[in-house]
């Protein structure tokens, strides 16, 4: 990780604690100015996919179009999982994309009341 993505950690850690959205705990590594330090703590990653495979049926996957576990009206799941396959670059901007299509589905759920208040 190098400096731009420590930024963009920055950034995006400030970002949540101006909405309130929440607070962005990181490595005291991950705010180190040296890039080599960053480097010999920087494991990598990959994802698990296919895992919570979308479809239209439940016999060939765990959840719908909206992500929602199918047959269960209040348990959805995001993330890598949902697609089936993997494909020429990494999932991230899809993940991400999917993730805002997921949340504004919500959104609507809860203004149209589908779910009770909690109390």
């Not at 705010?31 to 495979?53: F, K, N, P, W």
Request: hydrophobic share 40%; with cysteine; net charge neutral.
């Amino acid at each position: 990780m190098g400096q731009l993505e420590a930024r963009t950690l920055a950034l995006l850690a400030s970002g949540f604690e101006r909405l309130g959205a929440g607070t962005l705990r990181t490595a005291n590594w991950l705010a180190a100015d040296d890039d080599e330090i960053r480097a010999r703590h920087h494991v990598g990653g990959s994802y698990h996919i296919g895992t919570t495979r979308m479809a239209p049926d439940p016999r060939q996957g765990v959840l719908d179009r909206h992500c929602r576990v199918h047959g269960l009206d209040n348990l959805f799941a995001m993330g890598p999982g949902v697609c089936p396959t993997g494909g020429y670059a990494n999932l991230t901007c899809t993940i991400i994309a999917l993730a805002a299509r997921l949340a504004e589905h919500l959104q609507e759920r809860l203004a149209a009341g589908a779910w009770p208040a909690r109390e």
